[in-house]
């Protein structure tokens, strides 16, 4: 590990500046912040999946004490907010346009999952707004709720406008070829699988104040959001809350989002509408059973899946039929999770030439499903790599050795996939050496061996995962429907001492921004990593952005700030030129000093900046001041990749899985900070061996959710994990300044399939679904 | 609601036995302040022990060992005596919680908390521990099993609390322990606890055993059919076979979406099996 006090540049493993005030207890999060006068929101929720909504009495809890007012979605409507958005449209394979219910911040005739907001209650304490909801009557007239995703589309439809409950039916690739590839093959491999439900849980529940100042007409809106520029352009836009200079979105600190804190939420749009109609600060914070309920949750897959090869074991075609649960409504980025970040992931890292899939998106009685870390390629690589393992187990090829001889080679980059997109650099080999070198795989029969001795079971499995991330190029995303554009805007403002304050669209809820950004910049200018500051999540501050998600944050947003800052430096280039009355092309910058070439006349960096702001005869084509912005917007994505490799082993007495090693060796292209890219690949795997063998979120079949609380979700904790071994292999990303790629999904998209695949190994089946509980496999261990 | 922390057993008796609301005795106060907080109960008085010295201190004497009823039981996994002579009760006590937990909790409070899924009260009844309990009418001694009658009652009379646990002197060659399964598809509540204590004749042959199960039925189960079938035995295959049939013949549990009943039965007699084998190494069999 690099020493923090002589190294704070690129690659140092500087501690988190933003550690000292949250270990300290000086974090500032939405639910820390109180204004004058405020009062307090609690949401009238379904209880009902599917439910016209009858009489609305709030009578009586009007005359309880400390009750203010209570609106509901009829309210609402009345006032004409506008529908939250789908951000991304997906054309069905027949031409036509994804179908969008209309999904109205509050319900005001319809709900259609349980715990969908209807109205709110507003009182001068939060126990006072929570009796009186209570005390509401609802007459509710119930409906058949459709919750089960592999019969939805020939259930009743939840949405009038939607038949079949299908959203949409999307394809991507060559459906010809892929069934010309079939008819040659020498082996076909098929597998079903479920990719289970999770919630995301976020350690700091979603929470909301907003004030409306009657003299300016101004809200300001605290929330926790990834990306509050983009709530702020959805919620004046679309929704027509407040035009967008009259409203001022806060994100604060921010404890995890992801992704569920991507999108904008009926609760936080409530909020603001409500503070304005009832002319008081409002607030809003969720408890843990609300996040159950009520924030997005991801997956929630049934996949078919077929793997054609040669007589060799060559891939000759790949073919993916799947089914992918939307919830009820479509949630902000909904549409594209199961198509656009989840096909187009499809070849893996290796060179099937043929691939076709089709995805039909559903609409179901259940909370909206979005992006949760991975968002759509744990999808897809659980899809690959559980094939690609099954394939190597039924040709009777080692499973790394099918895997090399599929792989792309490292001198075919730029390498053209038959899925959409256009790799541009890496070396799967690599990765996968490593981590065949640190998981010991010669070793691996003797431990089975002694496994068994012992009367356990062992097994081995792998994921060689791919990921796009860096999203993205905007006009390749607005081309394939996104919304918006996918750049990322940063501003470098030197202030007249030297020191620097650096403006990020990006934001952090965990990641470490403040110390990653820093780095860069401080790097970039030479100035010391403690004279630079680093603002973000707040759009009173910072000119614009588009947040958090998808490992995009150093990619696209630090690469902004390279830009921003090699701005700073040719203004001061300028500037020192005029100081040292040179030629503006014969100034250097290196390490924080301009210097007059191949002469002994320099300025410090501090010197320039100061004289930036006291222009002494500058001439006219000078401008005081030195602080740039930058918008930056990639050409490709990033495409991270590598190799996980989880060693389990089993009690079949018990059923108890133990993940006994998990090897991960990433290629994340540079590495700004590698204790923050450890940190983050520590999370993801926890995350995804959470998924793989703990977490589950179920709906029984009235539509109510029966793992709302942590008595019945099992989230994975340290005695559920190994030690970690963590290593990263480098190829630049060769399209960005930094050469970055993105760290913050790999762990949870590798490890999933990683672990099913050493479960599958060691009993000796496919026949398991995630989560695999101690049951289930007890129960195969017994033969039932 | 009033609060008082007392320096005497006499004085603590008479404080709960002229209580006019609830009173509830507090020892660390893991499971009472919790449920407090939730509003399950609401005392009309609390009686903190831990200023009382008599129930503060592990005192070993020539029949066995008393534990206070307020010492916490990280202060059992220190003593070397005690875990010396009653290993399977020290560790179940040390598997409550976490360390934090363990710095307050105590194994008294464990035992009137009520829950069949307590970790240390298997592991103690196995032991033949007693109360001691002190009450308006004066001292009773009362074998642990004979505490708990139900899901979160006891046989304790009004005005009544327990003053400290007592652990018999273990014969030479004995041995217990217990264990714990916690499939991690929950938080943490034990879907099985087993204890076994047992003491061993010549040639290794277990003269004398007793079996207790935890979290399969509304109280902790001492499985006697379970005793006997390990009771003449060196622990071959068979007879644990027969211990773990009896043991599943014991279990009463519910049926979850976190565990079937079929499931959380075969495990019991997993972790029976294993305890014995445990018990019976540290009793000195191999
Ligand atoms: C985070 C957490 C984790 C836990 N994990 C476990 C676990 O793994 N296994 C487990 O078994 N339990 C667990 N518990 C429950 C609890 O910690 C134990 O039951 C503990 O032993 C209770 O002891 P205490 O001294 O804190 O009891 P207290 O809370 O002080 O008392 C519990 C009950 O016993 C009564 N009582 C206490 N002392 C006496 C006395 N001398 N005479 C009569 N009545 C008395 C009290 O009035 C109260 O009703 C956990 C609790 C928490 C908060």
Redesign the interface.
């Given at each position: 590990m690099n020493d923090r006090n002589t190294d704070t540049g690129i690659g140092a493993a500087v501690l988190r500046k933003e550690d000292r005030r949250f270990i300290t207890g000086f974090g500032r999060y939405t639910d820390d912040i109180n204004e004058v006068g405020q009062c307090h929101a609690v949401f009238l929720r379904s209880p009902y999946a599917r439910a016209d909504i009858g009489e609305i009495d709030v009578s009586a809890p009007l005359e309880m004490d400390g009750v203010i007012a209570i609106l509901t979605g009829r309210d609402m409507a009345a006032d004409g907010l506008g529908d939250l958005p789908c951000g991304w449209s997906v054309k069905s394979k027949d031409g036509s346009d994804m179908i969008s219910a209309p999904h109205p911040p509050l319900a005001s005739e319809r709900v259609n999952y349980v715990g969908e907001p209807y109205g709110v209650v507003l009182a001068e304490t939060r126990q006072a707004a929570r009796d009186a909801a209570e005390a509401v009557a609802t007459d509710f007239g119930e409906l058949e709720a459709v919750v089960v995703l592999k019969t939805a589309t020939s259930s009743e439809a939840i949405h009038e406008a939607v038949p079949q409950n299908r959203c949409y039916l999307w394809e991507l690739g060559d459906e010809q070829a892929t069934d010309a590839a079939f008819q040659n093959a020498a082996h076909v491999v098929t597998l079903e699988l479920t990719n289970n439900r999770i919630i995301p849980n976020a350690i700091e529940p979603r929470a909301a104040l907003a004030t409306h100042n009657p003299a300016s007409d101004e809200i300001t809106l605290y929330t926790t959001s990834q990306n509050p520029h983009l709530a702020r352009l959805i919620l004046s836009a679309f929704v027509g809350l407040s035009p967008e200079h009259k409203l001022r979105l806060i994100a604060p600190d921010v404890g995890g989002g992801f992704g569920s804190k991507i999108f904008v939420y009926p609760e936080e749009t409530t909020v603001a509408w409500a503070a304005r109609r009832i002319a008081r600060p409002v607030k809003w914070a969720a408890d843990r059973s609300e996040s159950f309920l009520t924030d997005a949750h991801g997956r929630d897959h049934l996949s078919r899946v077929e793997l054609a090869l040669d007589a060799d074991g060559q891939f000759l075609g790949l073919r993916v039929r799947t089914t992918a649960n939307l919830g009820a409504y479509l949630s902000l980025f909904a549409a594209s999770v199961p198509t656009y970040l989840y096909g187009t992931l499809l070849a893996g890292q290796y060179r099937t030439p043929a691939i076709h899939v089709e995805v039909e998106g559903v609409y179901t009685n259940t909370v909206p499903v979005d992006a949760v870390r991975g968002a759509g390629r744990p999808e897809a690589t659980y899809v690959v790599e559980r094939i690609v393992e099954v394939a190597a187990r039924q040709l009777g090829i080692d499973p790394v050795e099918l895997r090399r001889r599929n792989m792309i080679q490292p001198d075919q980059f730029p390498y053209q996939t038959p899925v959409a997109l256009v790799y541009d650099t890496g070396n799967y080999q690599a990765s996968l050496d490593r981590a065949l070198d640190a998981i010991d795989y010669g070793g691996f029969p003797a431990r089975r061996a002694a496994s068994e001795a012992a009367g356990k079971k062992r097994g081995l499995g792998f994921a060689c995962y791919i990921e796009a991330c860096g999203l993205a190029p905007s006009q390749l995303a607005i081309s394939l429907g996104a919304g918006v554009g996918l750049y990322e805007s940063g501003e470098v403002r030197v202030n007249p001492t030297g020191s620097v304050t650096v403006f990020t669209g990006s934001h952090s809820h965990g990641q470490g921004h403040e110390t990653t950004f820093a780095q860069i910049v401080s790097d970039r200018l030479g100035v010391p990593f403690d004279d630079v500051e680093v603002v973000h999540g707040d759009t009173g501050r910072v000119e614009f952005g588009l947040g958090t998600y998808g490992s995009r944050s150093v990619a696209v947003g630090g690469s902004a700030l390279v830009v921003a800052a090699d701005k700073v430096i040719a203004k001061g280039k300028l500037i020192a030129a005029h100081m040292l009355k040179a030629d503006p092309a014969a100034i250097d910058f290196e390490s924080g000093e301009f210097s007059v070439r191949d002469s002994n006349q320099s300025l410090s960096f501090g010197e320039v900046a100061f004289a930036a702001y006291v222009p002494a005869d500058y001439p006219e084509d000078l401008e005081p001041g030195l602080s740039e912005k930058a918008f930056y917007d990639p050409e490709n994505f990033t495409f991270p990749a590598g190799t996980h490799i989880a060693e389990v082993e089993i009690d079949p007495?018990?059923?108890?899985t133990e993940v006994v090693a998990f090897v991960a060796v990433d290629d994340f292209g540079e590495v700004i900070n590698p204790m923050i890219v450890e940190g983050q690949v520590h999370g993801g795997i926890a995350q995804g061996i959470g998924q793989a063998?703990?977490e589950h979120g179920?709906y029984d079949d009235q539509g109510q959710l029966?793992t709302g609380s942590?008595?019945?979700y099992?989230m994975p904790?340290a005695d559920?994990l190994p030690d970690f071994d963590v290593d990263t292999t480098i190829t630049p990303c060769t399209h960005n300044p930094l050469g970055v790629k993105g760290c913050g999904e790999a762990g949870a998209i590798g490890s999933p399939a990683a672990v099913m695949n050493a479960i599958t190994d060691a009993l000796g089946t496919e026949e398991i679904t995630m989560?695999a509980?101690?049951?289930k496999v007890?129960?195969i261990c017994r033969g039932d | 609601m009033r609060y008082a922390a007392p320096t005497t057993t006499r004085e603590a008796a008479a404080l709960i036995a002229k209580a006019k609301g609830r009173a509830f005795v507090l020892a660390g106060g893991t499971d009472l302040l919790v449920r407090m907080k939730i509003g399950t109960i609401e005392p009309e008085l609390v009686v903190d022990i831990k200023r009382i010295p008599a129930t503060q201190s592990i005192t070993k004497s020539a029949t066995g060992f008393r534990i206070g009823a307020g010492v916490p039981t990280a202060a059992m996994g220190e003593n070397n005596a005690l875990k010396k002579a009653w290993p399977g009760v020290v560790e179940a006590a040390n598997l409550i919680g976490s360390d934090q937990i363990q710095n307050r909790c105590t194994i008294v409070g464990n035992l009137c908390n009520a829950s069949p899924a307590a970790d240390s009260v298997p592991a103690l009844i196995a032991a033949g521990a007693k109360a001691a309990i002190v009450g308006p009418r004066g001292r009773r001694t009362v074998a642990v099993d004979k505490i708990v009658t139900g899901p979160g009652t006891t046989s304790l009379k009004k005005g009544e609390f327990i003053e400290a646990i007592t652990l018999p002197r273990p014969p030479p060659r004995s041995g217990d322990a217990y264990l714990r399964f916690i499939p991690r598809t929950e938080m943490d509540i034990a879907v099985v606890g087993a204890g076994v204590s047992l003491t061993l004749g010549p040639n290794g042959v277990v003269k004398k055993a007793r079996v207790t199960l935890g979290a399969v039925a509304p109280t902790v189960v001492l499985v006697p059919a379970a005793a006997r079938a390990i009771t003449g035995t060196r622990l071959e295959d068979v007879a644990l076979a027969k211990l773990a049939a009896a043991c599943e013949a014991a279990c009463n549990p519910i049926d979850d979406m976190r565990g079937t009943i079929e499931y959380r039965t075969e495990v019991a007699g997993v972790l029976a099996r294993r305890a014995a084998k445990i018990a019976y190494q540290r009793a000195g069999g191999n």
């Open positions: 007495q018990t059923g108890v063998l703990l179920v029966i942590y008595m019945d099992c904790r559920d989560p509980t101690s049951e007890w129960r | -």
